[in-house]
């Protein structure tokens, strides 16, 4: 039986969270979601995800931010897979210095949604083998 990839989603726009969780519930995987990144800081500590989905550039928040955010996430659980979503394109650069290798450019359809996670998932599945 494979297990079925556990994802936060990490979003301060509520209603495109609330979308993104049931597009990816939709499709199969268990999803969680915190509006900003303490929250979802907690939310590893109950389960690790195998990947998390979030917003590079939240209210008020910048792209050091992220970096303290993604090497606080590596310190406990570096085998968590990133997938990030922005409008500037600029920020898939930024996220690439990072090891981040999944960024959705916004806006993005569903089908590349749906690409993108199933693509980092297959990276941490084969990872973890």
């Not at 990816?24 to 389960?47: F, N």
């Not at 359809?109 to 749906?114: A, G, K, Y």
Request: overall charge negative.
């Amino acid at each position: 039986m494979t297990q079925v990839p556990s994802i936060i989603v990490v979003d301060d726009h509520t209603g495109l969270q609330g979308l993104l969780c049931q597009i990816l519930l939709d499709a199969g995987y268990s999803v969680r979601s915190a509006a900003h990144r303490t929250g979802a800081l907690k939310m590893l500590d109950e389960k690790t995800p195998a990947i998390i989905l979030m917003e590079w550039k939240q209210d008020g928040i910048n792209a050091m931010t992220a970096r303290q955010f993604i090497d606080s996430v590596h310190r406990e659980h570096s085998d968590v897979d990133f997938i990030i979503t922005t409008t500037r394109e600029g920020a898939a650069q930024s996220a690439g210095d990072l090891g981040i290798r999944h960024t959705l450019l916004k806006p993005f359809r569903v089908d590349q949604l749906i690409d993108a996670v199933a693509n980092c998932a297959a990276e941490v599945a084969r990872a973890s083998a």
